[in-house]
């Protein structure tokens, strides 16, 4: 936590946000709907250094979002309600939450000194924000004596960032950093973890975004029947490093709404959304609760969602809140007994040490045909971009690896042997017959390494098995209703809002098809599509593929509605 700015430093500083905020113009799109208090918030994020703001993970909400969003945390909660916001910035909410309650007969002063608060780690956008608050006040002609902000961590701190602890809030809402923990210039030093992992638990171990610690801390600054609502990172609907996160919530509190973006909102590149919780410290939703969703900047009131509020606990994400959203059709090929793919095969993808560790060993073959692999003392880099289905275009399409393009990168085995012998033994495990599964694609993609010669590059997952079930793995894989079941369980994961991005652990999870006979045609029929695949005939590659296809939807019983959404989205032949 950083300590408060000299009052001279933080003056000066307010006189360049409001020199800029009156360059503004309060009538353009961009800032369309902003009064002077809102383009000092504006202005705020416009003096601040682009990398440093994405460092914090600090950007500013649009005013007609933030109103949105405060209406929606309000609904309900009559009167004089008391509002923080964990990770205030310039102001924004608070605004918002201002100008709802002031609808209500309350006046400015009244609510800026008795019902909104704020906390922020930053000095000088707790200065914006008090600064924003005072002039909203005084565009109606009303003095303000004092404000409720604190400079102070909001997980650290909680109540306690005020003297005098205050009681639970009756709503929190706000826009928190999104702060990736896979990043070096936003992931949290050791000694910030493990304060952390005191204050929250293991909500705050392994790789959880800023965003998700917020949402955990702001369950606990609410009342009974209080609100929570803050923008989070679509993928926290599906990440797995925010399941403690999810759960915690859940624990304590019904999600009884989600507000979807669908569009562009914030100077960042991340798709976003607002989950409506209610604290009930005397139990959870109703089993048969719906699940209220809003899209848009305008907050359009769309169906429920397709899964009902006491089902969401047990399920491992929450894709199913917006999958259909996506246009994926509902697939039902889960049931309590039936086996998982796990029992067939071993699924294996690399991570940081796999994927740095090889850096040092990775050489150039040169261009050629798939055919001319390299020698034996090496192994292709296979990376996701190459792998179509029934396909590795390795040498024929040039890749990225490490920051370099490549057009047949190959690992140096004999080296890494000698350099990195725990990594050795990792590329044993894998340098085996096997499927290689891509990521972030539209539909599952994967392709049979007869040969065990390819190296998966991170997040390339492989999935080992026997030699003979290797096109029986792959027919699963490639099944249409099995790209539906992945979509609902990690829709938003994906850095595309219609693609999917398994783990290996989700892929160990795919049901086994419980019909065998079709499951057997479409291996074959998928053995031979390779071979189309490699001869180059591109019409008999997908004409077999989608034959497969159609055969594994019979498998899994699965409708004709899930192979045309799939066939829809397979790729070209490249």
Known sequence: MGGPAPASSTAAYLQQVTAHAARLDPDSDQHLG?????????????????????????????????????????????????????????????????????????SR???????LWGIDLDPRSIAVTEMALV???AEAGQRVERTNLAVADALCRGLDAWPGSPEPFDAVLGNPPFQS???????????QAAVLRQQLGDVATGYADSSSLFLAAAVELVRDGGRVVLVMPESFLAARDARRARRHVLRHAALRGLWLAEGDVFDASVRVCA???????????????????????????????????????????????????????????DSPGRGRLGDLARATAGFRDQYYGIGPHVVEAGAGAPESLPAEGSAPLVTAGVIDPLRCLWGQRPVRFAGQRWTAPVVDL?????????????????????????????VLEAAVDETGRWWPSVPVVAVTTDPEDLWAVAAILLAPPVSAWAMARVAGAALAADAVKLAARDVAEIPLPPRHRPWEQAAALLRDGAAAASGGDGSRWRALLVRAG?????AYGAGERCLAWWEARLPPFR
Do not use: N
């Open 181 to 191: 923990q896979l990043a070096s210039r936003t992931a949290r030093t050791p000694e």
């Open 135 to 137: 002039r909203w006040a």
């Open 275 to 333: 989950p409506v919780l209610e604290r009930r410290l005397g139990g959870g939703p109703r089993p048969d609760e719906p699940i209220r969703r809003w899209v848009g900047q305008a907050m359009e009131p769309v169906d429920p969602a397709p899964i009902r509020a006491g089902a969401l606990d047990a399920a491992p994400t929450w894709s199913a809140l917006i999958v259909d959203r996506r246009g994926v059709p509902p697939v039902e090929i």
């Open 414 to 442: 004999a080296a890494l042997r000698r350099a990195e012998p725990d990594l050795a033994r990792w590329a044993d495990s894998v340098l085996v017959p096997k499927v290689v599964v891509a990521t972030q694609t539209r």
């Open 34 to 106: 902003a009064s002077l208090p809102d383009l000092l918030g504006i202005a705020h994020q416009a003096l601040q250094d682009r990398d440093a703001r994405r460092r914090a993970g600090a950007f500013y909400t649009p005013a007609p979002v933030a109103l949105g969003l405060a209406r929606l945390a309000l609904e309900d909660l009559d009167g004089a309600v008391r509002v923080c916001d964990p990770a205030c910035g310039g102001g924004a909410f608070l605004l918002a939450a201002g100008r709802v309650l002031e609808s209500r007969g309350l």
């Open 550 to 554: 159609a055969a594994m939807t019979e």
């Open 109 to 115: 002063r009244r609510i800026v000194e008795d019902l």
